[in-house]
């Protein structure tokens, strides 16, 4: 894992949630992981990590996820026991 992937990875488990994480560095992320990032429709995207999946939708206008998104995303990790 790259330097830019641990320190999204580190931004995702920060307490309190942090605001300003590119949707794209995670999308970046899962990959490095070994997942899959697939387009659904419309702004829907499919995280595909050690068997399970999450739904999250790209954010618009921005690119930023939103802090509802992050703390999904850290669930999710925290569930798959993905730690920084």
């Known amino acids: 894992m790259k ?18 994480i590119v949707f794209s560095d995670i999308e970046t992320l899962v990959i490095a992981m070994d997942g ?4 659904g429709e419309g702004s829907r ?21 939103k802090k509802y998104q992050v703390e999904e995303l850290r669930e999710w990790f925290k569930h798959l026991e993905v730690v920084p």
């Open 45 to 65: 995207v499919v995280f595909e990590l050690k068997g399970t999946r999450r739904y999250l939708h790209r954010p618009h206008p921005g690119k930023e996820a």
């Open 3 to 20: 330097a830019k992937h641990r320190r999204t990875l580190e931004a995702i488990f920060a307490l309190p949630t942090r605001t300003g």
């Open 36 to 39: 899959k990032v697939r387009e």
